[in-house]
């Protein structure tokens, strides 16, 4: 019996799984790393000492008791788009600048739309630009490293990287491509040539195919580093969260999940092409596929901040327990009454992404009193991300996206409070799977379309029927829709005075 391998590269962390020709899960294997941010809404990882390293690592791993030449294909994912400049050795040339959690270039961002017009952007792109686009990222990198850019020979994404160091082959899958606004075309399917003087011509570019693709196979270089076999098929792989959408059971119009991890992720399957203003409207994963996407600039990375500031006698007392500190910080907050007791967060600690789409947005707790204490700021942690979860729920409904299905992935998944808080806001019924691998089992599976074990992306469900679900409480909801009320009208009174208050805060 062969072996599919499935590698995805994350934010914080990296994880890969085997399973057999039956989808059965082998082996799986994680390695953490950390994320640089040299100034404030900076966003960057070395593409070497992360990305590669972390897949060599783990291959080497899930190779270290498996039968290596029995690997079937491989399917690579990681976190998308990101912005890599490398030279005619394949060799970065500097850190990558992440996805939309960088904010730096927001000034290209508005010089790009009074060159080239939004509507011209949105008609061929199917979307604005905003901080999650490449194309003001590149032309950051264009205007203040000048030097660098003219050794430039391509500019890859992390997936395209990983590829490439596989392969040798400069490639990226059309899902990904599209986040590279505005220089790929979403009519055509084809980088724009004419924006070859303004941004960066085609040929810097990687090679778009169908995510499923063989992109090439496993070179001599990459199986001494790696030890899979020379010859072995390499798909071209896709964004980490289209992964975990596959990984979770996605697989038709009308499946939608959530991904609560560092970051928050939205993704729903359409048949047919949307056109949100808000969010972001992409083809997906194989032909005459679509799909609606959006995401917000913290989830996990929230409670992370919280924990790493003001849990220390929580950290302590989970070691001493054997714990983890979230439990801890969790069971407390249960014990707080939905609504925090009148305290409010707005979770833009990052800036936000949809339906926003505001780098200078900057987090707020409104309703401080001295009164509260550590847990009820947690628990309005949690609860602020789920109204933005619901506001980007409202949106992709708006579009008619005829939701059938919300599954919940991700990290945040472990957390009872959360899901419960969730499922409550936006009064759905949630699924999560039982087992929880995430992108890299996706990866195994697109591995798999690429050899024909499914025809297309459809067949997949037939392996997905292991759910927990979880019900919204109807008195929850009807107590949360006061504070959403308030969630989404505070904003708008005070976002000129906190864009005030980020321009203090980047000088």
């Known amino acids: 019996?062969?072996?599919?391998?499935?590698?995805?590269?994350?934010?914080?962390?990296?994880?890969?799984?085997?399973?057999?020709e039956n989808f059965k899960i082998l082996k799986t294997a994680k390695k953490s790393h950390s994320l640089r941010t040299p100034k404030p809404g900076w966003a960057e990882h070395d593409a070497n000492e992360i990305w590669w390293n972390d897949f060599v690592r783990l291959s080497r791993e899930l190779l270290s008791d498996i039968d290596a030449k029995k690997i079937i294909a491989v399917g690579c994912s990681a976190i998308a788009p990101t912005m890599l400049p490398v030279?005619?050795?394949?060799?970065?040339?500097?850190?990558?600048?992440?996805?939309?959690?960088d904010t730096r270039a927001s000034s290209e961002i508005e010089d790009l739309e009074k060159m080239l017009g939004k509507k011209w952007i949105r008609e061929r792109c199917w979307n604005d630009l905003s901080s999650q686009s490449v194309g003001p990222k590149i032309l950051w990198f264009k205007r203040n490293e000048p030097h660098l850019f003219e050794k430039t020979w391509k500019i890859m994404t992390a997936t395209s990287f990983i590829v490439y160091k596989l392969t040798k082959q400069v490639v990226i899958d059309f899902y990904t491509a599209a986040a590279?606004?505005?220089?790929?075309?979403?009519?055509?399917?084809?980088?724009?040539?004419?924006?070859?003087?303004?941004?960066?011509?085609?040929?810097?570019?990687?090679?778009?195919m169908w995510t499923a693709s063989i992109a090439g196979t496993v070179t001599k270089e990459a199986y001494l580093e790696t030890g899979i076999p020379v010859g072995t098929p390499v798909i071209v792989g896709t964004a980490d969260a289209a992964a975990e959408f596959v990984s979770a059971g996605g697989s038709a119009p009308g499946d939608f999940m959530i991904m609560i991890g560092t970051t928050i992720f939205f993704i729903g399957m359409l048949s047919n092409?949307?056109?949100?203003?808000?969010?972001?409207?992409?083809?997906?994963?194989e032909p005459n596929s679509y799909c609606l996407a959006g995401g917000m600039a913290t989830g996990g990375a929230l409670t992370k901040w919280f924990r790493d500031n003001f849990a220390e006698r929580e950290i302590a007392e989970a070691e001493r327990q054997n714990l983890?500190?979230?439990?801890?910080?969790?069971?407390?907050s249960s014990r707080i009454p939905p609504g925090s007791q009148g305290l409010l967060v707005l979770p833009y600690f990052s800036g936000e992404r949809t339906p926003l789409n505001d780098p200078k947005a900057r987090g707020v707790i409104a309703g401080l009193t001295i009164s509260h204490g550590k847990y009820h700021i947690y628990r309005a942690l949690l609860e602020g991300v789920a109204f933005g979860i619901r506001h980007n729920f409202e949106e992709m409904?708006?579009?008619?996206?005829?939701?059938?299905r919300v599954i919940a992935v991700g990290g945040g998944t472990k957390n009872p409070l959360w899901l419960d808080i969730i499922s409550s806001v936006i009064d759905r019924e949630l699924l999560v799977p039982k087992v929880t691998i995430g992108a890299s089992f996706g990866d195994?599976?697109?591995?798999a379309i690429s050899q024909k074990v499914f025809r297309k992306l459809r067949d997949i469900s037939r392996i997905f029927n292991d759910y927990k679900i979880i019900q919204p409480d109807n008195y929850l909801h009807q107590v949360y829709n006061k504070y959403y009320e308030?969630?989404?009208?505070?904003?708008?009174?005070?976002?000129n005075w906190v864009h005030k208050l980020a321009d203090f805060g980047r000088e």
């Not at 019996?1 to 057999?20: H, N």
């Not at 409904?397 to 059938?404: A, F, G, V």
């Open 1 to 20: 019996m062969g072996y599919f391998l499935g590698i995805d590269i994350g934010t914080f962390e990296s994880k890969g799984c085997i399973v057999d």
């Open 87 to 101: 030279d005619k050795n394949g060799e970065p040339l500097r850190p990558a600048i992440l996805y939309g959690i």
């Open 180 to 208: 590279f606004t505005p220089l790929f075309n979403l009519n055509t399917l084809k980088w724009q040539e004419e924006l070859s003087e303004v941004l960066v011509p085609p040929e810097k570019l990687p090679f778009p």
């Open 273 to 285: 092409p949307p056109k949100s203003e808000k969010l972001w409207n992409s083809v997906f994963l």
């Open 324 to 332: 983890d500190a979230y439990e801890i910080l969790y069971k407390e």
């Open 397 to 404: 409904e708006k579009e008619r996206l005829n939701i059938s």
């Open 444 to 447: 195994t599976l697109l591995a």
């Open 486 to 495: 308030i969630y989404r009208n505070i904003w708008n009174s005070i976002r």
